[in-house]
């Protein structure tokens, strides 16, 4: 069955980096689009980031654009979220996300939180 699992979340200082990780499985993860999304308790989920299947093209949100960089390894069936000069508003439950077929498929998230 279709699964995506995060890491590389954690505990970092204001204007630090992490990167996450999104680990597909159970689909030819190379032939959609993914994204990643962000949530806060209380919030909506947020879209952050897409990237679509083959790499060239993404979208960031206004929040996080010049910041964040999101990329894919279709060898590795892995999708990246490259996160730099963190914020303490960047601090939330980060979910990687593909639409397959006509199902909407989310992994279980990783948290970033960013304080000093």
């Known amino acids: 069955q279709v699964q995506l699992v995060e890491s590389g979340g954690g505990l970092v200082q204001p204007g630090g980096s992490l990167r996450l990780s999104c680990a597909a499985s159970?689909?030819?993860?190379?032939?959609?689009?993914m994204r990643w999304y962000r949530q806060t308790p209380g919030k909506e989920r947020e879209l952050v980031a897409s990237?679509?299947?083959?790499?060239?093209?993404?979208n960031y949100a206004d929040s996080v654009k010049g910041r964040f960089t999101i990329s894919r390894d279709n060898a590795k069936s892995r999708v990246y979220l490259q996160m730099n000069s963190l914020k303490p508003e960047d601090t939330a439950v980060y979910f990687c996300?593909?639409?397959?077929?006509?199902?909407?498929?989310w992994g279980q998230g990783t948290q970033v939180t960013v304080s000093s």
């Open positions: 996300n593909a639409w397959v077929g006509l199902h909407n498929y």
């Open positions: 990237i679509n299947s083959v790499g060239w093209h993404t």
């Open positions: 159970g689909f030819t993860s190379s032939d959609y689009p």
